[in-house]
């Protein structure tokens, strides 16, 4: 068993982020397995060496250790690249201009009780969907995902454990539905040259990842991975989809809550512990 923690280093940790690193690294630990780190900073124009440094210290104030060295997404840019050609080949990817008041405009007369809303924010109308065209060289490319689905092979189904690993996990089938509940999201940024959703796949793929822990706000967003994988020919890991950590009012903690810092907590005095206390563990 191989888990994974994987922040970008564009924040402080909060205690949605140590749930997430300690349930990894508890399951990892009882079953004899191995955690990894991976610093998720291919957003260079908000990832900062003293956020990084930061994780590292906090992670180890609560008592986490990982294996060594930790792979950062910056050095791996030519393997998205390589992937994003792979995509364009199969014919999944297409250039984009839109802004986000093109694709407002375009969305401007919703359905009544249609969610506008994907994981990667208001649900693109396909606008810029073309027929094959030259891979540009600096440019948004989506991926089609209306033919993506015609491409895959049949099995879309993933295994979901929750964070009870002893239990009997869930099948959850990726449908079609989700050519329209999350459209046609970018797989590649033009200042990145990748996305979150194709390094990650391919990342826990190259790390050797078996399980996958994360909020369960990203359930979605790990349809589309499932996705990706199939596409990419990648191995799929299980999945541990874990609750939130919301403050007092039921709203979640946002990365910009610094109020729930774990440095803040540390600051004021809190152990380890006590961390583990608060988020349930
Ligand atoms: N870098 C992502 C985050 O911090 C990782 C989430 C994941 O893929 O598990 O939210």
Redesign the pocket.
């Known amino acids: 068993m191989r888990t994974r923690f994987?922040?970008?280093p564009t924040g402080p940790l909060h205690l949605g982020?140590a749930y997430?690193a300690l349930l990894a690294f508890d399951h990892a630990r009882k079953h004899s397995g191995e955690f990894l780190l991976r610093m998720?900073d291919i957003d260079q124009s908000r990832a900062r060496p003293h956020w990084e440094a930061q994780i590292y210290d906090d992670l180890q104030w609560l008592g986490i250790s990982w294996v060594t060295p930790v792979m950062r997404q910056s050095d791996h840019l030519p393997r998205y690249q390589d992937a994003i050609r792979k995509l364009h080949k199969l014919g999944l990817v297409y250039p984009c201009s839109c802004n986000r008041r093109d694709i407002e405009a375009a969305l401007c007369a919703p359905q009544e009780g249609v969610n506008r809303f994907g994981p990667d924010g208001l649900i693109y109308p396909g606008t810029c969907k073309s027929f094959h065209t030259p891979m540009p060289d600096k440019a948004v490319l989506r991926l089609n995902l209306a033919a993506a689905f015609d491409h895959l092979a049949n099995d879309l189904t993933f295994q979901e454990f929750g964070t009870d690993m002893d239990t009997q996990p869930q099948h959850i089938n990726v449908s079609r539905e989700l050519i329209e509940t999350a459209g046609d999201i970018i797989i590649s940024r033009k200042d990145m040259g990748t996305s979150?959703h194709l390094s990650?796949v391919l990342d826990d793929a190259l790390q050797g990842i078996t399980d996958?822990?994360?909020?369960e706000d990203?359930l979605e967003?790990t349809a589309l991975h499932v996705v990706l994988q199939n596409l990419l020919g990648l191995p799929r890991p299980r999945y541990h989809h874990h609750r939130l950590i919301r403050d007092e009012d039921g709203k979640r903690l946002a990365k910009r809550d610094d109020a729930r810092a774990i440095s803040q907590y540390r600051d004021a005095g809190a152990t380890a512990a006590d961390i583990r206390k608060m988020v349930g563990l």
Do not use: D, F, I
């Open positions: 994987a922040p970008s982020h997430s998720e979150y990650v996958v822990t994360r909020g990203l967003a």
